[in-house]
């Protein structure tokens, strides 16, 4: 019966693992397999490192720093490695590693197209990652057990089987990712945090921890030099059947919402891992780790196990699914890099110089470079992730995260060197060759001092980081003399280079509609500022500083907290919630008296809302202390209701074109040309028949002109452009009705329709039924970017073509901002009959109107009914959506059943995001 390889060999050392196609030069050919084999990993580490240092300017970065160790770099050791392990395990010819080479790439497009998918808000491209995932795993383990079935029986079989039932879990894992990334899904009350829960067991806990654990059996033995334990096979074959029931009744328990059953699950699995790790217990009591490789897989293991007694705690003891949620925001690191990274730098420290071949000292001298600075990279790594997990300052938190960067970066370092590592002409064996590579490098001495500079550094991680924390200094005037003495042992200034004033500012923010209310508040330089955060949305929030603070994750109806410290500089927030930036939740902290230290704002490209959203008037900051934040002025809603039709039949209107410093957005001012100072400009209201009379003065700073599609006349003379200074008259009579567009004529007609040179003409139709409210609503985009002091710059004008030339807008609105109804609901009544006006302005979106739970009873579009009302106003069918396309417009008659929050929205459901959003605030009927 084939047998563990020798003492001191890995399975993958054994000659019969040796590459076939290089006869007389063994492993030759496996050496350049495995470099190419292993880059990916080391490139998802890499970025890694990279996310690591910038992550604060990165939405999402926690999720995608999970995600990369976990789907990025573990995943694919675990491909490479399991098929190495199976090569050397069951003694067969080694066949062709196409098929495998084609598996990783499948992986890798897939994980990268799972991962930009989630965080580009595609969901289809994340779906198409997560299936070539799944499948790459699924052909993995096919193709383990076409091995498993042509091999003579190992005394390791066991460990295949767990690569078996790994691989035959990670395809369920990978569909529950793809359903967490389903629009929406934040808010599909707790069956999201159910999902995510499921998705955790089988990847995490099923994907890994089996492969892992399976390994372990073989691979830590001889990463010890000493002999695997004659129980060792058949305990791990005992444990795996406890580890799978753990995973099938903890994912079980989950998307049944049955939390006592996920408790039970993570404490069999727990039961699973402390059984099979009583055979490793053993090899450690008769072999003290000493070097890299094993210090790190025991710690791993240390972690894995104190994470499962942790998760189950939670799941037995949360009240609900949403606390479960956020604890496991704080428990996901413990698992991603307390465990799977500690395993996976472990094993690649020792797997490598093997892998990479070379001879005896080659491999040694590999082995030794990978050893560097053992213990200080162990106690650095292992402390900076308990520092990070502790109820510590945030400005501990970000030094541990620090030291934590620096020893992952050394190890990818490390493996640089090894990797380009050749040998060298002073390479002498100094071991029988096939031995394997003796791995004591320093001694015991050296290795302790190692681990105490470790130990020096978090400590002066921690006594800096406390010392720079903000909450040390005074917090009231005359602060006291404890607050004083720590202040003067940091020096004169505070962390932020700015004299301290003893004063905390203290303001109040409401999280709601997908924006912060306020999310502009203004503190003197040198104050304390402490945020309170009231969540008003139905789906969970945070808020993150540019300078590293960060609230935490506030779940709906729950209130938080954030301490941003001595203000010294203005800084810009966010929620890092996965699109939840993107959707416009910025935030800016403006210091007055102190130079900025960031950039303006990002610009709030849209909001979405969902059904049945509670909807917060704006909270109004207070304070505490002698210092009182000012708020940026509110943004006065463009008035949606429509104007009565003037007396008599001719109208008179004078519209003058300005350029006018318009905010168009959260923080975004842009100087757009307009009609009578707003954009759009002033709706006209009037009959079939009526005459219009229309005065244009140009006041502006550049030729303009003006077109009424509520007229048919010769163009030449009305629609002519004037320069500044010059006035025309334009006279039209209304013979149709609609909802009819006017516009700048000027070329290039695109730029001034999208800087604000349009308006609505509503001519009423004559046999259209009574109602007893009517809106206005004009669809425009917005494409930031023309100056906003003093006349457009040229530049600015060339970016804004540009973007209008590429159809990418910066934000899609309804009367000219966006999501200004949803912080300003448009009122009515149930039972009320509504007739809502919608008009496309382009320049070149088309648009869906839709309102969320309700139904049309009228649909009238460009000169007809689609959907026309029954006798005496009585509904004859429904509608769900009014399609237009740029220029065209229409009504919509609609009735709201009951009292509620009406959410309406362009159905492009991107351009919703982007802006094109809004609420009914319909009361009670009378």
Not at 779 to 803: R, W
Request: with cysteine; charged share 10%; glycine share 12%.
């Amino acid at each position: 019966m084939p047998t563990l390889p020798p003492k001191g060999q890995t399975p993958g050392n054994s000659a019969a693992a040796k590459d076939p196609n290089g006869p007389g030069r063994p492993g030759t050919g496996r050496a350049t397999w495995h470099r190419w084999a292993n880059a990916p990993t080391l490139v998802w580490l890499l970025a890694i490192a990279v996310l690591s240092g910038i992550h604060r300017g990165i939405p999402a970065s926690g999720w995608l720093l999970t995600h990369l160790a976990l789907l990025g770099a573990a995943t694919n050791a675990i491909m490479v490695y399991s098929w190495h392990f199976a090569e050397a395990l069951l003694r067969l010819p080694v066949p062709s590693r196409r098929a495998l080479a084609a598996r990783l790439v499948l992986l890798n497009v897939g994980a990268a197209a799972a991962m930009g998918g989630v965080l580009g808000q595609a969901w289809l491209a994340a779906v198409a990652g997560a299936a070539a995932v799944g499948a790459a795993a699924g052909w993995h383990g096919i193709a383990l057990l076409l091995r498993v079935r042509r091999a003579l029986p190992s005394r390791f079989a066991s460990t295949l089987r767990y690569y078996l039932a790994a691989c035959a879990l990670l395809p369920f894992g990978a569909a529950a990712g793809a359903l967490l990334a389903l629009p929406g899904m934040d808010d599909a009350g707790d069956l999201h945090p159910r999902l995510l829960l499921a998705h955790e067991s089988v990847n995490v806990l099923g994907w890994v921890g089996l492969s892992v654990l399976g390994t372990l059996v073989t691979l830590f033995p001889t990463m010890l030099r000493t002999r695997a334990h004659d129980a060792a096979e058949p305990t791990s074959r005992r444990a795996l059947w406890a580890l799978l029931a753990g995973v099938g009744l903890a994912a079980v328990g989950a998307l049944a919402g049955l939390r006592p059953l996920a408790a039970v699950g993570v404490l069999v699995y727990l039961g699973g891992v402390v059984v099979s790790a009583v055979p490793l217990a053993r090899a450690v009591r008769s072999k003290p780790p000493v070097t890299f490789a094993t210090l790190s897989a025991l710690a791993s293991l240390l972690w894995l196990i104190g994470a499962l007694g942790r998760l189950a705690w939670l799941c037995a003891t949360a009240p609900d699914w949403d606390s479960l949620h956020m604890a496991l925001a704080d428990l996901t690191p413990a698992l991603a890099a307390g465990f799977a990274a500690q395993v996976l730098l472990g094993a690649l420290s020792y797997l490598l110089p093997v892998v990479f071949g070379g001879g005896p000292s080659v491999v040694r001298r590999r082995t030794d470079m990978l050893d560097a600075a053992a213990w200080l990279r162990v106690v650095l790594a292992n402390g900076a992730l308990a520092l990070y997990l502790l109820p510590v300052p945030s400005t501990v938190r970000v030094a541990a995260a620090v030291a934590g960067l620096v020893a992952l970066a050394a190890f990818i370092w490390l493996a640089a060197r090894a990797w380009f590592s050749r040998p060298r002409p002073e390479d002498q064996p100094r071991h029988p060759a096939g031995s394997g590579p003796i791995a004591v490098g320093a001694s015991v001495r050296s290795r302790l001092g190692s681990g105490a500079v470790g130990l020096a550094v978090l400590l002066a991680a921690v006594v800096s980081g406390v010392a720079a924390d903000p909450s040390v200094l005074p917090v009231a005037a005359g602060g006291s003399p404890v607050a004083a003495t720590a202040a003067g042992a940091v020096g004169a200034k505070g962390g932020s280079g700015v004299v301290p004033t003893g004063h905390t500012t203290t303001v109040e923010v409401a999280m709601s509609g997908m924006r912060f209310v306020p999310d502009t508040v203004t503190v003197p330089a040198g104050d304390r500022l402490v945020i309170e955060l009231a969540n008003k949305d139905q789906t969970p929030h945070d808020l993150v500083l540019a300078t590293g603070q960060d609230s935490g994750r506030i779940y709906p109806g729950k209130d938080g907290q954030l301490d941003a410290g001595v203000m010294g500089a203005s800084v810009d927030g966010w929620c890092s919630v996965v699109g939840h930036k993107q959707m416009g939740m910025v935030f800016r902290v403006n210091v007055s008296g102190a130079q900025s230290s960031a950039g303006p704002s990002t610009p709030q490209a849209g909001a979405m809302d969902m059904p049945g959203m509670q909807h917060a008037a704006p909270a109004s900051p207070g304070a505490t202390g002698s210092s009182a934040p000012s708020a940026a002025a509110p943004h006065a809603p463009y008035p949606a209701d429509l104007p009565p039709v003037p007396a008599g039949t001719t109208h008179k209107v004078t519209l003058t074109v300005r350029d006018t410093v318009t905010e168009v957005a959260p923080g975004v001012e842009q100087t757009l040309w307009t009609y009578n100072g707003t954009a759009p400009g002033p709706v006209l209201h009037g009959r079939v028949g009526d005459t219009f009379e229309v005065t244009l003065v140009n006041d502006a700073s550049a030729g303009h002109s003006i077109d009424f599609h509520a007229g048919a006349l010769a163009p030449d003379g009305p629609m002519r452009t004037i320069d500044p200074g010059q006035q025309l008259t334009y006279t039209f009579t209304a013979t149709q009705p609609g909802i009819w567009m006017y516009h700048c004529s000027t070329m290039p007609m695109s730029l001034h329709i999208a800087n604000g040179m349009f308006g609505a003409v509503v001519i009423d139709p004559p046999d259209a039924p009574p109602v007893d409210h009517e809106f206005v609503l004009v669809q425009s985009e917005q494409y930031h970017g023309a100056a906003a002091n003093g006349v457009p710059g040229i530049a600015g004008l060339d970016a804004v073509s540009a973007k209008i030339a590429a159809g990418t807008p910066d934000a899609v609105v309804f009367n000219g901002y966006p999501n200004q109804y949803d912080a300003a609901p448009l009122a009515a009544r149930a039972g009320e009959r509504v007739r809502v006006w919608v008009l496309d302005a382009g320049p070149g979106r088309a648009t869906s109107f839709h309102v969320v739970g309700a139904q049309f009873s009228a649909v009238w579009a460009e000169g007809a009914y689609r959907l026309a009302p029954g006798a005496g106003g009585a509904q004859t069918g429904g509608s769900q959506a009014m399609d237009l396309a740029p220029a065209q417009g229409g009504f919509v008659d609609l009735t709201f059943p009951a009292a509620g929050h009406y959410p309406f929205v362009s159905h492009y459901m991107v351009d919703a995001e982007r802006g094109a959003h809004g609420v009914f605030d319909v009361a009670a009927a009378k």
